[in-house]
């Protein structure tokens, strides 16, 4: 247990739905991460969330839409997504966000889209 | 551009060393870390070095750091089933001050009983 939650741990939708994944850490961190992790590829950074202001987009297509309401809470809202967008997306928590800040991963929400 | 890179599998005997290999191409990267997956699980930070350091021992786990040839690895010491997982190496990449961590594809380790 990292002290970082994600919900649901499994979902699956079709490609007009819309859905949202959450986060949730219990750590006081100050910096939210989300990441896709596709089979055999590295995993990618999406979005870097600090102090609530989103400080870095990797070019991630407008499909994805996140949500930072405070620095404990991140979401990431879904809609019209394609089947190559089936993948674990993992979200990660830092104290900061400096390279000597730790990131902490939580399970992951695994994502299929028909 | 920023790059790591790892076998993809290793397979080893349990009580026997076990080598985990990555090369990565940012020579300005300022930590290097390795991360554990378990099946069903999120990342768990294992440890992590300094560039200005060659050697990392924390118990059952070495890392050993070739700045020239841009090399790490994690040894990990008498490996029990219970290490088989997926292995990430990743590195802080350059360039602003977000804590962007660059990954490797993973290695899977499997131990066998």
């Known amino acids: 247990e990292t002290g970082v939650t994600q919900t649901p741990r499994h979902l699956v939708m079709g490609m007009t739905n819309k859905k949202s994944l959450k986060c949730e850490q219990h750590l006081g961190h100050n910096a939210m991460y989300w990441y896709k992790q596709s089979a055999k590829k590295p995993l990618e950074l999406m979005f870097v969330?600090?102090?609530?202001?989103?400080?870095e987009n990797n070019s991630v297509p407008s499909r994805f839409s996140p949500e930072c309401p405070n620095s404990s809470h991140l979401f990431l809202h879904l809609h019209t997504l394609q089947p190559e967008d089936s993948a674990l997306y993992l979200c990660?928590?830092?104290?900061?966000?400096?390279?000597?800040?730790?990131?902490?991963f939580g399970p992951g929400t695994r994502l299929t889209v028909l | 551009g920023e790059d790591v890179e790892q076998s993809l599998f290793l397979s080893v005997r349990e009580g026997d060393s076990s080598v985990i290999n990555c090369t990565y191409t940012d020579s300005s990267s300022t930590y290097l870390y390795w991360y554990k997956q378990e099946p069903g699980a999120g990342l768990q930070l294992l440890t992590y070095i300094f560039s200005n350091m060659d050697m990392k021992q924390d118990q059952r786990l070495t890392v050993l750091l070739n700045k020239k040839d841009k090399h790490l690895s994690l040894r990990i010491a008498d490996t029990q089933t219970g290490d088989s997982a997926i292995y990430f190496c990743?590195?802080?990449?350059?360039?602003?001050?977000?804590?962007?961590?660059?990954f490797g594809t993973g290695t899977l380790l499997a131990v066998q009983p």
């Open positions: 990743a590195e802080k990449g350059s360039g602003g001050a977000t804590n962007k961590l660059i």
């Open positions: 969330y600090n102090f609530k202001e989103q400080t």
């Open positions: 990660a928590s830092s104290q900061g966000a400096s390279g000597t800040d730790t990131q902490y």
